[in-house]
């Protein structure tokens, strides 16, 4: 099958940008030391990842090499006067990012194997303390959470009696409406009542006439 052609162009999604970075940077290291053996090449090789951490693939003699050459051949690239001390914060750097990758690993228990009984007391101190900091923040926030739990209770529950005392004063003024409805029927029962016994004596009356 024909391998399809690769667009070049920034990888927008973060984790595949990661593992194509990964992947091809192993194949860049495994062709550099390709060419070392099978040319007898000296190769220097540089990488710094996104996050910035450090691959080097170099042989010690290619550095002094390349500033001989640069400066025999009068390239325009120039090494700036204080790459001494740019190779020290450079191995200070790499120390660091070992000692804190080595660092990150135990507080996770991994790499145990090295450390010593009192390694492992001050690790496990530190590790107890970071659980105390955790367990009091989390702490910190379930009271917070509680909190407002319990205002958004009362406030419904304030909100409920509201609704309850509307309910019960429509209740109220639909029992005098009804009073006052019944009130006038039977007011205009009575005066029925008394018109058909007037009607009733004015009939009598014109009889015995």
Same mark, same amino acid.
């Given at each position: 099958?024909?391998?399809?052609?690769?667009?070049?162009?920034? /990888?927008?999604?973060?984790? !595949?940008?990661?593992?194509?970075?990964?992947?091809?940077? +192993?194949?860049?290291?495994?062709? +550099?030391?390709?060419?070392?053996? =099978?040319?007898?090449?000296? /190769?220097?090789?540089?990488?710094?990842?996104?996050?910035?951490?450090?691959? @080097?693939?170099?042989?010690?003699?290619?550095? *002094?090499?390349?500033?001989?050459?640069?400066?025999? /051949?009068?390239?325009?690239?120039? #090494?700036?006067?204080?790459?001494?001390?740019?190779?020290?914060?450079?191995?200070?750097?790499?120390?660091?990012?070992? !000692?804190?990758?080595?660092?990150?690993? !135990? $507080? /996770? *228990?991994?790499?145990?194997?090295?450390?010593?009984?009192?390694?492992?007391?001050?690790?496990?101190?530190?590790?107890?303390?970071?659980?105390?900091?955790?367990?009091?923040?989390?702490?910190?926030?379930?009271?917070?959470?509680?909190?407002?739990?319990?205002?958004?209770?009362?406030? #419904?529950?304030? @909100?409920? *009696?509201? #609704?309850?005392?509307?309910? @019960?004063? *429509?209740?109220?003024?639909?029992?005098? =409406?009804?009073?006052?409805? $019944?009130?006038?029927?039977?007011?205009?029962? @009575?005066?029925?009542?008394?018109?058909?016994?007037?009607?009733?004596?004015?009939? =009598?009356?014109?009889?015995?006439?």
């Amino acid at each position: 099958m024909v391998r399809g052609k690769v667009h070049l162009k920034k /990888i927008e999604n973060p984790v !595949h940008r990661r593992v194509t970075f990964s992947k091809r940077k +192993a194949g860049l290291l495994k062709k +550099a030391t390709e060419l070392s053996v =099978l040319c007898e090449a000296e /190769i220097g090789l540089i990488i710094f990842s996104p996050t910035g951490k450090l691959f @080097e693939y170099a042989n010690p003699r290619v550095m *002094g090499k390349y500033e001989k050459n640069c400066s025999s /051949i009068g390239d325009v690239i120039e #090494l700036p006067d204080n790459i001494e001390t740019l190779h020290l914060e450079l191995e200070n750097l790499q120390k660091r990012t070992t !000692h804190l990758e080595k660092t990150y690993k !135990h $507080m /996770i *228990g991994e790499d145990l194997g090295l450390l010593t009984f009192k390694d492992l007391q001050r690790l496990e101190k530190r590790i107890s303390l970071g659980t105390r900091k955790i367990h009091s923040r989390k702490k910190k926030m379930s009271l917070e959470h509680a909190r407002s739990i319990k205002m958004k209770a009362k406030s #419904l529950t304030l @909100e409920n *009696g509201n #609704l309850f005392k509307m309910v @019960e004063e *429509g209740r109220c003024r639909a029992c005098h =409406l009804n009073i006052d409805i $019944m009130e006038g029927v039977d007011n205009n029962w @009575e005066t029925d009542a008394a018109t058909q016994q007037i009607l009733h004596q004015t009939n =009598l009356n014109l009889t015995l006439s």
